[in-house]
């Protein structure tokens, strides 16, 4: 029997008298990879931060056990004194959170905030602290030690701001790392990246690892066991391989169906819904390209150059771009961050300026032409945001956000004509008419994500680009989500450049694909293809890094 160092056991979390965690039993075995999978609002995160003491204000735990095994000795976290307890976290048991740039304080530098628990825990001096945070981030592979050390959180990149938490969570030597989606919000290279070097120092350090995630192909990449959640509690327990070989509880089925393949493109994929419901997903074959697009150019791009800044500190974004999207397709444009997507996607819908280059639409050059004349075509030309949330006002309700476009580009039309497209919209995407009068921060994230759909559909576009538009989701809302995608561009023939880093979704939704780096295409063409044959290395290492 493996050795444990950690059993939570019966765990119950309660808010005020309401219990949101029930029962949650699972253990940590010695130098090992235990992960804790599910959706958002699952109580992973809450579970984990039960077991360094850190849970929000009016929620506490109401029954159970948390065993820490410290040499010889069986601790249970739950009962001991603060002062005992300050001892443990922060220096046996750490913690790496989801989004480094809100962890690090943002007006520190980076190297004075790994000195931190050092100075705290070790009680060691500065000098000798600074050669250790030195060290490790060398052992977590950051570029130009010095450089970092010296530098503000918003300097470094999101793939060396996780690599300095990293770092910082192994100062003081802990026996226990708890990582909660530590890889979500970063590029698949970065992601494998970090993958890569939590393995390294888990067997270099003798690290036991919780590794939080909403992803089971991450799961899958770096775990040993898995504990799967789902409404605060533990529907599923065993060895990575057995669950994802044999998963037996309907929602961790549904959990591995619906995450798109990249070897079979379903016109529908199946969502955990389906599986909660006993129903069997049906998988007709997606239509082929010749189906969905015809020869009718929609957008050229030609020769388009953007940059930032002025003089010398001047930065190209986008160097010397050509490219058509044809009508009814679904052109993806996929790339790791700061390769210029976003920036492109921005300058067609003329939110920026293009220093040089032309960009028409239905042969309209729409850098050249006058004001009045973009508003008339920029109706028909949408946006989706990558985070509904902040892309949303929160201080107007969701009727007022679907009907502000409306009165914009159409006002000729009556409030009650207005309110009778609102309601239609809002069906169509999905949610209750009796949504109309309540406000962002009332939804989830995948409802916030249909609420910017509808948006995007009030003017009755032609086009729409779709910015990372869901890649803030859990996997079964992405599911729901690109289904939706699918089907509204089938009921109104839209035609979409759908941006993404995750390949797995961009090949399932795209007719056609671009592949940026450092502003320029590097390879394009039929998506299928492309994932099949890779021309170019950068293409080839982006699927390589696909868990």
Not at 248 to 266: H, M, N, W
Not at 325 to 352: D, N, P, W, Y
Request: a positive charge; one cysteine or more; charged letters at 25%.
């Amino acid at each position: 029997m493996s050795e444990l160092i950690l059993d939570v056991s019966d765990l119950c979390i309660s808010l005020g008298d309401q219990q949101i965690i029930r029962d949650v039993s699972f253990n940590l075995e010695k130098n090992s990879v235990l992960g804790l999978v599910g959706e958002s609002g699952s109580g992973k995160t809450l579970t984990a931060l039960s077991m360094v003491g850190l849970l929000p204000v009016g929620i506490h735990i109401s029954s159970g056990k948390i065993r820490y095994y410290q040499d010889d000795r069986s601790i249970n976290l739950h009962s001991i004194n603060r002062h005992d307890f300050n001892a443990i976290r922060g220096n046996q048991i750490n913690m790496i959170f989801q989004e480094p740039m809100t962890s690090l304080n943002p007006s520190m530098k980076c190297g004075k905030q790994a000195l931190e628990p050092l100075m705290i825990h070790k009680k060691i001096g500065t000098k000798t602290a600074r050669e250790k945070v030195l060290h490790l981030f060398n052992e977590v592979h950051l570029p130009n030690v010095k450089r970092i050390y010296n530098a503000w959180p918003h300097e470094l990149s999101g793939g060396q701001r996780q690599r300095v938490m990293i770092a910082m969570a192994l100062t003081t030597e802990p026996k226990i790392i708890i990582a909660d989606e530590p890889t979500t919000a970063l590029d698949v290279t970065v992601q494998k990246k970090i993958l890569d070097l939590l393995d390294e120092l888990k067997n270099k350090y003798n690290l036991n690892i919780i590794f939080i995630s909403h992803d089971l192909q991450v799961i899958n990449h770096i775990c040993d066991n898995v504990a799967v959640m789902y409404k605060g509690r533990i529907v599923e327990n065993g060895s990575t391989k057995q669950i994802m070989d044999h998963p037996v509880d309907p929602y961790t089925r549904g959990l591995i169906a619906c995450k798109p393949s990249l070897t079979e493109k379903p016109y529908r994929l199946p969502t955990v819904s389906q599986y909660l419901r006993n129903e069997k997903p049906v998988k007709p074959p997606i239509k082929s390209q010749t189906e969905t697009i015809n020869n009718e150019v929609l957008l050229k791009v030609c020769n388009l150059t953007v940059g930032y800044g002025k003089g010398k500190k001047r930065f190209q974004a986008i160097k010397n771009l050509s490219f058509e999207v044809f009508k009814g397709e679904t052109l993806g444009l996929v790339g790791e961050s700061g390769c210029g997507k976003t920036t492109l996607g921005r300058a067609i819908l003329q939110l920026i300026e293009s220093e040089d280059g032309n960009i028409s639409y239905r042969g309209k050059p729409l850098n050249q032409i006058k004001k009045r004349e973009l508003r008339k075509i920029r109706n028909k030309i949408q946006i989706i945001f990558q985070d509904p949330y902040s892309s949303l006002n929160p201080g107007k309700t969701i009727g007022n956000i679907i009907e502000e476009p409306l009165k914009l580009h159409n006002r000729e039309s009556s409030k009650s004509e207005r309110a009778g497209k609102v309601a239609t919209i809002l069906r169509q995407v999905g949610l209750s008419e009796g949504s109309i009068n309540q406000y962002p921060h009332e939804f989830s994230g995948g409802q916030r994500q249909r609420i910017g759909i509808a948006r995007a559909l009030a003017c009755n576009p032609e086009f729409i680009i779709l910015d990372e538009s869901v890649s803030a989701l859990d996997v079964s809302i992405q599911a729901q989500v690109l289904n939706l995608l699918n089907d509204l561009k089938e009921e109104y023939q839209l035609t979409y450049i759908f941006i993404s880093h995750d390949l797995t979704i961009v090949k399932y939704m795209s007719d056609r694909l671009i592949v940026m780096a450092d502003g320029t295409i590097i390879e394009s063409g039929g998506s299928e293809e492309i994932y099949k044959n890779p021309t170019q290395p950068y293409t080839m290492a982006l699927l390589n890094a696909i868990p």
